[in-house]
């Protein structure tokens, strides 16, 4: 940081990230991405990318400010791009705008940007500053970062339990864990996931849709709705199937049968069902960011000794199903150490509590 960073500075970008947080629900697969341009105290534009495809955040400030944005300070949550993608680069509109500072939280991951957009900037004569508040740009996109920073998506694994850490009754029937509110509560982290992942068992079992049913804005976006089915023995008939726009992942030998108008994948088998890291690597590649997995103990269990589990969203109900009833996970670990995890939010829904953990020391 060559430049002392000023409060107003800081109310600038506190207000880009504000902005970014707009995009929320709809940037997938893009980045979620404010901008403010201003003078001093003076406000001139502001923008939040809404959707992949349309205006990025600081052409939508700059067009706002107008004429204004010559001489004017930008203040964007992420490193404006320097690629053309399906609009041009950021980095040169500011430059045309005529913006003396850049104001940046990080630089983007993306090896189509990494830097470039501040090193094009840079050679134009601007100044730019980065890293104020980056930690907090980073928890708006915590996908986006992991894809490109590990080359796979931030897994979040959502868990229903009772007091005594039971999911479901001895007798196997289905019943609701959770109130009415943590569901609608988890109807917001699958908005935002890029894909919805379950097992054939509860597929089998309970027959979820797995979609948005929040009325957000005018522009909802359904992730993609994944099923790991490894011999295709899932309801052709089941609801997760209605609109022909679920991935189901399969062993290579599984017969299609009544899947032929499905996208079906083949990955490789592993001890107990199918190879996870193959199904990671086949979500990456399609832009997925935050990948959402609700499921039963076994494949929630064999995510989480595989270490492929960012964050746990466990929501924890008042009652007690019993000995008998089915665990919260069934780990089978291999002789790995389990990963440990840390408590970061603990929230009330009515009568239940929502409790989020990540992974320790990530």
């Excluded at 009754?169 to 992942?197: F, H, K, Y």
């Excluded at 032929?260 to 193959?278: C, H, N």
């Excluded at 000995?323 to 919260?328: G, K, N, V």
Aim: net charge positive; glycine share 10%; aromatic share 6%.
């Amino acid at each position: 940081m060559s430049e002392q960073i000023t409060p107003q500075d800081r109310a600038h970008l506190v207000r880009a990230l504000d902005l970014a947080a707009r995009g929320l629900y709809t940037t997938d697969p893009n980045p979620r991405v404010g901008c403010v341009i201003a003078n001093a105290d003076r406000v001139l534009g502001e923008g939040w990318h809404a959707r992949a495809g349309e205006g990025h955040a600081e052409v939508l400030a700059l067009r706002a400010a107008g004429s204004q944005a010559r001489g004017a300070t930008a203040y964007v949550s992420l490193e404006p791009c320097s690629h053309t993608g399906r609009t041009p680069p950021c980095a040169d509109a500011l430059i045309a705008a005529g913006v003396a500072r850049v104001w940046c939280c990080t630089r983007d991951p993306n090896p189509k940007v990494a830097g470039g957009g501040i090193e094009r900037l840079e050679r134009a004569g601007i100044s730019v500053e980065v890293g104020t508040f980056a930690a907090e740009a980073r928890r708006l996109n915590p996908g986006y970062f992991s894809r490109h920073e590990r080359g796979r998506p931030y897994v979040r694994l959502k868990l229903a339990m009772s007091l005594d850490g039971r999911t479901a009754p001895a007798d196997g029937g289905r019943t609701w864990i959770s109130g009415e509110a943590s569901r609608a509560d988890v109807q917001t982290w699958r908005a935002r996931s890029s894909a919805v992942l379950t097992g054939a068992g509860t597929v089998r079992k309970d027959d979820p849709q797995l979609n948005v049913r929040l009325n957000y804005g005018p522009w909802v976006r359904q992730p993609l709705r994944v099923v790991l089915d490894t011999m295709l023995t899932t309801p052709r008939g089941a609801k997760i199937y209605n609109d022909d726009e679920a991935l189901v992942f399969a062993a290579a030998e599984a017969a299609l049968g009544p899947f032929k108008d499905i996208k079906v994948e083949r990955v490789p088998r592993a001890p107990g069902g199918l190879d996870l890291d193959a199904i990671m690597q086949n979500l990456t590649a399609r832009e997925t960011n935050e990948l959402l997995i609700e499921c039963g103990a076994t494949l929630a269990g064999a995510f989480v000794a595989k270490r492929l589990v960012d964050e746990l969203v466990l929501y924890v109900a008042p009652g007690l199903l019993g000995e008998d009833a089915a665990p919260l996970m069934r780990i089978r670990p291999g002789g790995r150490t389990l990963p440990p995890f840390e408590f970061c939010d603990v929230l009330q829904f009515a009568d239940d509590m929502r409790l989020i953990l990540k992974l320790k020391n990530q």
